[in-house]
């Protein structure tokens, strides 16, 4: 049993010996201070706290102020502060030290410029490739009349909703900055709006796709009496309402730029 405990005494080992050399060493530069010292009468004694600061020998009844450690348990603080440990009259030094001024450094994790332009260039190459594929079956919807029935008739107009939507994201994304949208212009609310009206139609008419589904299942002699008006009011028309409802209570160009 003795040979599987010898790794656990060695690290045992290695681990005093690391921490007795790093108290070595500051008691080192605690004795280089005191050798610089000419302080005579009653005094406190070098010494070093828990934390790991040196304090010099400091005539009895002084306040001594040591600046703050640039590191304690692997955390970096700010050494412009200081730490203030006062040596009492009988030549003392009191329990512990101020630390209340060393505050430990947040590193706050910055947005690369580089992954932001990357993200960008993603953004505007799937809305690109998305407008492509969106363009070509808006084609083949507009040329082959045979397969014209309301079923694709919806279809055709959610293809166009996608449409529009993408094309007023890229207007948007071309025009807009923070400048026109703190000013209010005109020309911004009317990009912003039209934006938000696409955007709302694409769910409205999704909407519709799914009422039209669900009639041909549930219903399904009943699709016969749908009319094309009527998912024309659902996804274009009561698409403008809510758009409208939401410009009344909005003032501003009710769009965060960048998204």
């Known amino acids: 049993m003795l040979p599987d405990r010898i790794p656990s005494i060695l690290l045992v080992q290695v681990i005093t010996a690391g921490v007795s050399l790093a108290l070595t060493s500051i008691q080192d530069q605690c004795e280089n201070l005191q050798n610089t010292s000419n302080i005579t009468g009653l005094a406190c004694n070098i010494s070093t706290d828990m934390i790991g600061t040196c304090w010099p020998r400091t005539p009895a009844g002084q306040l001594v102020a040591r600046p703050c450690p640039e590191y304690f348990q692997g955390v970096q603080y700010n050494t412009t502060g200081n730490v203030y440990r006062e040596c009492h009259l009988n030549g003392s030094w009191a329990e512990r030290g101020d630390y209340t001024q060393c505050q430990e450094i947040l590193k706050q994790e910055k947005k690369s410029k580089v992954h932001y332009h990357i993200a960008i260039v993603i953004n505007f190459l799937g809305h690109s490739i998305s407008l492509c594929a969106l363009l070509m079956a808006f084609t083949l919807f507009l040329r082959l009349r045979s ?23 890229f207007v948007m994304q071309l025009t807009l900055n923070h400048e026109a949208h703190d000013s209010n212009v005109v020309w911004c609310r009317l990009v912003t709006i039209a934006h938000n009206y696409f955007y709302v139609t694409n769910f409205f008419w999704m909407f519709g796709e799914g009422c039209y589904l669900h009639t ?40 965060p730029i960048g998204q």
């Open 147 to 169: 397969i014209r029935c309301l079923r694709n008739i919806i279809h055709w107009n959610l293809i166009t909703a996608f449409i529009l939507r993408n094309i007023t994201w």
């Open 216 to 255: 041909a299942i549930v219903l399904t002699y009943s699709t016969d009496k749908l009319r094309k008006w009527m998912f024309i009011c659902i996804g274009w028309c009561e698409s403008w309402w809510r758009v409208r409802n939401d410009k009344k209570n909005n003032k501003k160009g009710f769009f």
